[in-house]
């Protein structure tokens, strides 16, 4: 089997491989760009690992005109740069001892210690500089049966990173096979392991959940995630019921992180996963729009467009509802409203709190007519 398209045959992945092999050396794509291109899906970072060690990958790539860039020398990555494009090269390695993310590895020449350092058997695949396919660990028939499996005995895997946790649900989500459900061997390690996520720093948990929540039907992963305990440990609270009502819903919509998680809950969401200020005020504008009863009209009218749609599906996601007949027109019609009394239409017979309070008392009527009084109606 080979991978093939437009990618491998590029001048600067080639030139990349060359530079290795004419050195004396095993250059080998892995990884994600072997997984994607034999799944048909886009192919994004190209990884290339090798038998060179980084110190003879920067003397390589410095001989053939090509800048080498040691942005993980301590790990045995060294990012080249070809035609304007990255390449992280890394060493073959094999684990020596392991202590989570601080594991002691040792360089190697065999592909095969490559390989059984990784997460899981479709990240496993390696290729040739001509798109001949590696499979050291039988990876092959996992990716042609959509099976996520962690590479040998899944818990050592799980306890070597406990984000591989996550990443087990949110590869299933991307690349899993529904009908089959997740691994029951990996399921029952993530169970078993689940208390080590608490041991992970917030912005890694951040991070994958956002990838997950990205995936085209992460409802399915997610309720995995609620039965083994994980998604608790994650998001303290959080109830996967309503995500996929949701992923039904918004199937004419693009994936939104930010609505996807509304629709989990949880008690503290913005801390759980270090969101960002604007990330948070969007998901506590969302969460307030569930929680009122302000139409659809009067919600783009006060948070915008954008908003006004993600609180419409998130209320139909969360009461087991259909959407609203004409809401999208509601919320364009409320999105362009513009309420027409000024603070200095009420000045200066009012000031202060009291004409704080005429200003709300008079754009409440305004919204409950629908938007149609006129300057001169509401100040008569």
Not at 63 to 68: M, R
Not at 154 to 176: N, Q, S, V
Request: glycine share 10%; proline share 5%.
């Amino acid at each position: 089997m080979r991978v093939t398209g437009d990618w491998i045959e590029n001048d600067h992945v080639q030139e990349v491989l060359g530079m290795l092999a004419e050195g004396g050396h095993r250059a080998l794509l892995v990884g994600g760009c072997v997984r994607n291109s034999l799944l048909g899906y886009p192919v994004a970072d190209i990884d290339i690992a090798t038998d060179a060690v980084p110190e003879r990958v920067m003397e390589l790539a410095r001989n053939a005109g090509l800048k080498p860039v040691p942005t993980g020398i301590d790990h045995g990555t060294i990012t080249v740069v070809a035609k304007g494009e990255p390449h992280e090269v890394t060493t073959f390695r094999r684990d020596v001892e392991t202590f989570g993310r601080r594991a002691v590895v040792a360089y190697s020449t065999h592909v095969e210690d490559d390989a059984a350092r990784r997460d899981f058997t479709m990240n496993a695949l390696y290729a040739e500089a001509d798109g001949r396919v590696i499979d050291p660990l039988g990876g092959l028939p996992d990716l042609r049966s959509r099976r996520v499996r962690f590479v040998g005995d899944a818990g050592e895997r799980i306890r070597e990173d406990f984000l591989r946790i996550l990443r087990f649900f949110r590869f299933h989500a991307w690349y899993g096979d529904e009908r089959e459900g997740l691994d029951p061997e990996g399921l029952a390690a993530c169970a078993a392991n689940s208390a080590g996520i608490e041991t992970l720093s917030k912005e890694r948990l951040g991070h994958e959940m956002r990838r997950l929540l990205a995936a085209p039907d992460p409802a399915p992963s997610v309720a995995a995630m609620q039965a083994t305990g994980v998604l608790s440990r994650v998001l303290p609270g959080a109830d996967a019921r309503a995500l996929a009502p949701l992923i039904h819903i918004e199937d004419a919509y693009a994936p939104a992180f930010l609505r996807r998680l509304a629709a989990l809950g949880g008690e503290d969401p913005e801390d759980a996963l270090r969101l960002s200020r604007p990330e948070s005020r969007r998901l506590s504008i969302l969460r307030e729009g569930i929680a009122s009863t302000a139409g659809a009209a009067e919600l783009a009218y006060r948070h915008g467009a954008e908003a006004a749609h993600d609180i419409v599906l998130l209320r139909a996601a969360l009461a087991g509802a259909p959407l609203p007949e004409g809401w999208e027109n509601e919320v364009a019609r409320g999105a362009v409203a513009k309420f027409p009394i000024r603070a200095s239409d009420l000045m200066p017979a009012l000031e202060g709190e009291a004409l704080g309070a005429r200003l709300r008392e008079l754009e409440a009527q305004w919204i409950a007519a629908g938007f149609s009084l006129t300057r001169e109606q509401l100040l008569s």
